[in-house]
């Protein structure tokens, strides 16, 4: 991740920190965990927040080939 927010956009916290995280998401009841993705998250509200590049690498492997195809 390139640059660290100052705040949080969604609750305007400051407190937030670069880390890496497991992040799971769930496509057609199927469960798909993706680890140690590059991320920002609020302590407070418990946002996470990834760059343009961590976004790609999610999408690619959430949505596989119909991703890449449609890229």
């Known amino acids: 991740m390139n640059s660290h927010l100052r705040e949080c956009p969604i609750c305007g916290s400051r407190k937030i920190f670069p880390t890496k995280k497991d992040l799971e998401f769930v496509r057609q009841n199927k469960k798909i965990r ?3 993705v590059t991320c ?11 760059d343009y ?15 890449r195809r449609a890229s």
């Not at 920002?40 to 990834?50: A, L, R, S, W």
């Not at 590049?53 to 949505?63: C, G, P, R, W």
């Open 34 to 36: 993706i680890p140690q």
């Open 53 to 67: 590049e961590a976004n790609q690498y999610i999408d690619s492997v959430v949505f596989g080939q119909e991703y």
């Open 40 to 50: 920002e998250v609020c302590p407070d509200c418990g946002e996470i927040i990834t």
